[in-house]
T-cell receptor
Framework: DSGVTQTPKHLITATGQRVTLRCSPR?????VYWYQQSLDQGLQFLIQ???????AKGNILERFSAQQFPDLHSELNLSSLELGDSALYFC??????????FGPGTRLLVL | TQLLEQSPQFLSIQEGENLTVYCNSS?????LQWYRQEPGEGPVLLVT?????EVKKLKRLTFQFGDARKDSSLHITAAQPGDTGLYLC????????FGKGITLSVRP
């Protein structure tokens, strides 16, 4: 158990819909990262937040957005969903950037 | 764009055998991490290496960071079925770049 929690574990929705994925970091970690894992692309960095502020951005689509709240939990919002958005979404947290601990992930299926 | 290439892509061996897998890049990384991931679960951090030439051991697993900090290797001694999984290397800090991974299967 990494100490990072993610909800929900599974999510099935339809194209065009919007979903919110939630992440609670390990106690004391100020940084939260979001990654997408698909069979063809592997694990891809989406975005990083540090103590409530956006710190780094990867290849995150404009339809996707995230935020980190004062209690340090984070949410990833995915809108206008497409079939290709089906993937595993992971949250990670860290105190030091090179040592990230991953949550169990949310498996998103868009039908 | 920094890329990490892992080889071999797939490896199937018998319990008790030794193996070495690789993670290579043309870019210099400030640090490199190795993770193991099982199906449907999140990657689990095995080790972080930060100094060129550094060697770290975790029970039967030995990790080495190349002198130029562009590559890394993972050696497993006397592999066991519990070592089965996807081994991922990742480079950098914060915005981690991941390799595609090595799928290891250890047969009893």
């Amino acid at each position: 158990d990494s100490g990072v929690t993610q909800t929900p574990k599974h999510l099935i929705t339809a194209t065009g819909q919007r979903v919110t994925l939630r992440c609670s970091p390990r106690s004391g970690d100020l940084s939260v990262y979001w990654y997408q894992q698909s069979l063809d692309q592997g694990l891809q960095f989406l975005i990083q937040y540090y103590n409530g502020e956006e710190r780094a951005k990867g290849n995150i689509l404009e339809r996707f957005s995230a935020q980190q709240f004062p209690d340090l939990h984070s949410e990833l919002n995915l809108s206008s969903l497409e079939l290709g958005d089906s993937a595993l979404y992971f949250c990670a947290s860290s105190r030091r950037e090179e040592t990230q601990y991953f949550g169990p992930g949310t498996r998103l299926l868009v039908l | 764009t920094q890329l990490l290439e892992q080889s071999p892509q797939f490896l199937s061996i018998q319990e008790g055998e030794n193996l070495t897998v690789y993670c290579n890049s043309s870019s210099v990384f400030s640090s490199l991490q190795w993770y193991r991931q099982e199906p449907g679960e999140g990657p689990v951090l095995l080790v972080t290496v930060v100094t060129g030439g550094e060697v770290k051991k975790l029970k039967r697993l030995t990790f080495q960071f190349g002198d130029a900090r562009k590559d890394s290797s993972l050696h497993i001694t006397a592999a066991q079925p519990g070592d089965t999984g996807l081994y991922l290397c990742a480079g950098g800090g914060g915005k981690l770049t991941f390799g595609k991974g090595i799928t290891l299967s250890v047969r009893p």
